[in-house]
């Protein structure tokens, strides 16, 4: 007989699933049906909250446990939003967590925001028998989902974190799904259980991982993000190896994309805000008014042909600050001025930006050349010369990895 927890996490779920539905998030019937049957208390049985307010250090948390009758209103409310849901600090253990005030470290794992899991996953075009690998599942939210739809013992995920690795496999054997998570590094893959006709990075990454194309399987779907060191515009990659086995890789610009892998620094305005607010620089006049949010092409360039830089987001005007060099840029109000302060142009390098993005005919999709001996990855928007063009740089080169040996996999 069902309990009242039951009765309220059904309602919630099917709130949820309804909301989704209504909002265009939700299009695809065997993802609607995993959502419905998956509990996602299981999976999420507490949550973070952060109390302090942002550039706080240390950061104040407070820990919602589920199991608790005074945290469970809020708990299931949250876990059933569209938030990404906290879940580890600084790489801790999970089986034994305290409730309540918590001050210090940083998150290491959450879950994915909702919208963007379900994104992916329809992306990838799930479907009954097919091989699926996760890269980085964290708590196995996408895991469980994908393989409610895919069917027992056919998905699997790679985490690297010990604690983490444990604490998603223990939970998903609660739920009876036949999924698995090994402990390894996510961008050596899982070349055991190959090839994959599904995989799906919830981590970024600079530059694909050649392990993650050699487990492709013909007909294969691959998603990740390419992180810069700017947050501010990510790039979605679909990845795909035709029924032939050629490789084709397409890159498009996102409102949001996963965090970078471990140890990848992004660069932040939040230390300048005060200071740009105080100074926002030297009126000059421009020929570029600032560009709509959704001209995700355009963005998605700027991440790699205007290096180095983050759009402060909460600015009243739009204000793009280059942290290291000390510059910044906050446009005008569609007056025909831009205020620029320090020795860097951050606007000028913008406005001859977005003149190449229009001679190359305003670019939405960038193609990915992937070498199959691991050489360069070249994005480009088409052919000749006036296309825009960009090399992806080496993981070598991501803080915190270490350094891959020549033909090692």
């Given at each position: 007989?069902?309990?009242?927890?039951?009765t309220?996490?059904?309602?919630r779920r099917?709130?949820?699933?309804?909301?989704?539905e209504s909002?265009?998030a939700?299009?695809d019937?065997?993802?609607?049906?995993?959502?419905?049957h998956?509990?996602?208390?299981?999976?999420?049985?507490?949550?973070?909250?952060?109390?302090?307010?942002?550039?706080?250090?240390?950061?104040d948390?407070r820990?919602?446990d589920?199991?608790?009758?005074e945290?469970?209103?809020?708990?299931l409310?949250?876990i059933?939003?569209?938030?990404s849901?906290?879940?580890?600090?600084?790489g801790e253990?999970?089986?034994?967590?305290?409730?309540?005030?918590?001050?210090?470290?940083?998150m290491?794992?959450m879950?994915?925001?909702?919208?963007?899991?379900?994104e992916?996953?329809?992306v990838?075009?799930?479907?009954p028998?097919r091989?699926?690998?996760?890269?980085?599942?964290?708590?196995?939210?996408?895991l469980?989902?994908?393989a409610a739809?895919?069917?027992?013992?056919l998905?699997?995920?790679?985490?690297r974190?010990?604690?983490?690795?444990?604490f998603?496999?223990?939970?998903?054997?609660?739920?009876?799904?036949?999924?698995?998570v090994?402990?390894?590094d996510?961008l050596h893959?899982?070349a055991?259980?190959?090839p994959?006709?599904?995989?799906?990075s919830?981590?970024?990454?600079?530059?694909?991982?050649?392990?993650?194309?050699?487990q492709?399987a013909?007909?294969?779907?691959?998603?990740?993000?390419?992180?810069?060191?700017?947050?501010?515009?990510?790039?979605?990659?679909?990845?795909?190896?035709?029924?032939k086995?050629?490789?084709?890789?397409a890159?498009?610009?996102?409102?949001?994309?996963y965090?970078?892998?471990?140890?990848?620094?992004?660069?932040?305005?939040?230390?300048?805000?005060?200071?740009?607010e105080?100074d926002?620089g030297?009126?000059?006049p421009?020929?570029l008014g600032?560009?709509?949010d959704?001209?995700?092409?355009?963005?998605?360039?700027?991440?790699?042909l205007?290096?180095?830089?983050?759009?402060?987001?909460?600015?009243?005007?739009?204000?793009?600050v280059?942290?290291?060099?000390?510059?910044?840029?906050?446009?005008?109000?569609?007056?025909?001025?831009?205020?620029?302060?320090?020795p860097r142009?951050?606007?000028a390098?913008?406005?001859?930006l977005?003149?190449r993005w229009?001679?190359?005919?305003r670019?939405?999709?960038?193609?990915?050349d992937?070498?199959?001996?691991?050489?360069?990855?070249?994005?480009?928007?088409g052919?000749?010369?006036?296309a825009?063009?960009?090399?992806?740089?080496p993981?070598?080169?991501?803080?915190g990895?270490?350094p891959?040996?020549p033909?090692?996999?």
């Amino acid at each position: 007989m069902p309990t009242e927890l039951d009765t309220a996490t059904n309602g919630r779920r099917a709130a949820m699933v309804e909301r989704l539905e209504s909002d265009g998030a939700l299009t695809d019937p065997r993802l609607r049906d995993a959502l419905l049957h998956v509990n996602r208390e299981v999976l999420l049985p507490h949550a973070y909250v952060r109390v302090s307010d942002p550039g706080a250090d240390p950061i104040d948390w407070r820990l919602l446990d589920g199991s608790h009758p005074e945290d469970r209103v809020e708990w299931l409310d949250l876990i059933h939003s569209d938030e990404s849901i906290l879940l580890q600090r600084d790489g801790e253990p999970l089986d034994a967590l305290g409730r309540g005030p918590v001050t210090g470290g940083h998150m290491t794992s959450m879950s994915t925001f909702t919208p963007g899991t379900l994104e992916a996953l329809q992306v990838l075009r799930l479907a009954p028998g097919r091989r699926f690998l996760d890269l980085g599942p964290g708590p196995g939210v996408s895991l469980a989902l994908a393989a409610a739809i895919t069917g027992p013992g056919l998905a699997a995920g790679v985490e690297r974190d010990p604690h983490m690795t444990a604490f998603a496999q223990r939970n998903l054997d609660r739920l009876g799904l036949g999924a698995t998570v090994v402990e390894g590094d996510a961008l050596h893959g899982h070349a055991a259980g190959g090839p994959y006709d599904r995989m799906h990075s919830g981590v970024g990454v600079p530059s694909v991982p050649p392990a993650w194309v050699e487990q492709l399987a013909p007909g294969g779907r691959l998603l990740t993000t390419l992180a810069t060191r700017t947050p501010s515009w990510p790039g979605q990659l679909l990845v795909t190896r035709t029924p032939k086995g050629r490789i084709e890789a397409a890159l498009r610009g996102r409102a949001r994309g996963y965090r970078p892998v471990l140890g990848f620094t992004w660069l932040s305005a939040l230390d300048h805000r005060a200071r740009v607010e105080a100074d926002p620089g030297t009126t000059r006049p421009t020929r570029l008014g600032p560009p709509p949010d959704d001209a995700y092409g355009f963005w998605l360039a700027a991440a790699y042909l205007v290096p180095n830089v983050v759009r402060d987001f909460q600015a009243a005007t739009m204000t793009v600050v280059a942290p290291e060099e000390d510059s910044w840029a906050v446009a005008g109000s569609g007056d025909g001025t831009v205020r620029v302060h320090g020795p860097r142009d951050v606007w000028a390098e913008l406005e001859d930006l977005h003149d190449r993005w229009m001679r190359a005919g305003r670019p939405d999709t960038y193609r990915v050349d992937l070498p199959a001996d691991g050489g360069p990855q070249v994005v480009a928007s088409g052919a000749g010369p006036a296309a825009l063009t960009w090399l992806l740089p080496p993981l070598a080169h991501v803080p915190g990895q270490p350094p891959r040996r020549p033909g090692a996999r």
